[in-house]
């Protein structure tokens, strides 16, 4: 029986996002659409679809009549991005303390499914934890397009953010933010998103210019 497109799509998106995050993909490296659509034992329509997918996430940039690339990201270009998350998030928090309910605390508590390991499949699931725990604080400051942007912002991070490799600290962290917010204090929930936000800028940063440098091409312009 033929594979539905939909499903093609959703499962090959699945794939190149996980090789993408991990770095298997390089950034610059060209995605040829012929050759995935034979790995992937499909038509070119679901590629394309699940490559436009990962164009919107910023994780794959569409160059007109060349084709499909990994996108690269200077230095400068992500000290921007890691800026910008502490503005949005921290403002964020403290807006969600005296905004929060007794129901959006609680799917707070559920977004982690524990430490399982350091495997590419853990570690991909870690980050999509990580994106949905942090839009669900900023969705709970009752603003949907702040939420909106900040779930934009990790999608765009996401190949840095595992670098940091925070599978068993991570919800430690996010406990001490969830303690923050059920007390309804806005001081505290701001200082406990901060201090994980610069944490983890630190380390990408860190990893980025100290071991990455070559990959990433640190301060060039994309």
Known sequence: MTEPQGTSRSRIYT?????????????????NVEELARRYETSITPVRDALQMLAQEGL???????????TRISLRELRDLLDLREVLETAAAERAATRITNAQIEQLTHVH????????????????????????????S?????????G??????ARFMVLRH?????EQDHIRIIEALRAHD?????QAIQEEVRQTSRIVLDLVIQEEGETWHVGQSQ
Do not use: C, W
Request: charged share 25%.
């Open 15 to 31: 794939a190149l996002r996980r090789a993408l995050i991990m770095g298997h993909l390089k950034p610059g490296e060209r995605l």
């Open 152 to 157: 934009r912002l990790h999608d765009r991070l």
């Open 60 to 70: 794959v940039t569409i160059r007109p009549r060349a084709g499909y690339f990994v």
């Open 166 to 170: 925070a599978g068993q600290v991570m």
């Open 113 to 140: 499914a524990g430490y399982t390991g350091d495997d590419d499949e853990s570690y991909d699931r870690y980050t999509d934890e990580n994106r949905r725990f942090h839009y669900l604080v900023a969705l709970a």
């Open 186 to 190: 806005p001081v505290a929930a701001r």
């Open 142 to 150: 009752g603003n949907q397009a702040l939420a909106e942007m900040v």
